[in-house]
């Protein structure tokens, strides 16, 4: 059965940092895609970074230049360096990975941003 753990959330003042964390099992994470994902109250879930089985990886325009998704083979994990933190990168933050048929999510860990 595939599983999802996120960590590392948190409050952190705006200008800071946090890195998040997703631990993974039941699949064969080396071959996986893996995405994280935001939702703010009130909004819908959003794409925030993706890194592929070949080290791939793409973001979200209001995160660029800011975040930084990587993985770690040996350890099933991928995380999420999230710097120069903005108030409006407040939300919880869901890893994410589509093992056929369907998809998974873990349990979300919340960031908040602010004074």
């Known amino acids: 059965q595939v599983q999802l753990v996120e960590s590392g959330g948190g409050l952190v003042q705006p200008g800071g940092s946090l890195r998040l964390s997703c631990a993974t099992s039941?699949?064969?994470?080396?071959?996986?895609?893996m995405d994280w994902y935001r939702q703010a109250p009130g909004n819908q879930r959003d794409l925030v970074a993706t890194?592929?089985?070949?080290?791939?990886?793409s973001y979200a325009d209001s995160v660029k230049g800011r975040f930084t998704i990587s993985r770690d083979n040996a350890k099933n994990t991928v995380y999420l360096q999230m710097n120069s933190l903005k108030p409006e990168d407040t939300a919880v933050y869901y890893c994410?990975?589509?093992?056929?048929?369907?998809?998974?999510w873990g349990q979300g860990t919340q960031v908040t941003v602010s004074s």
């Open positions: 994410h990975v589509k093992v056929w048929p369907g998809d998974y």
């Open positions: 039941g699949m064969i994470f080396s071959s996986k895609t």
């Open positions: 890194i592929t089985s070949g080290f791939s990886t």
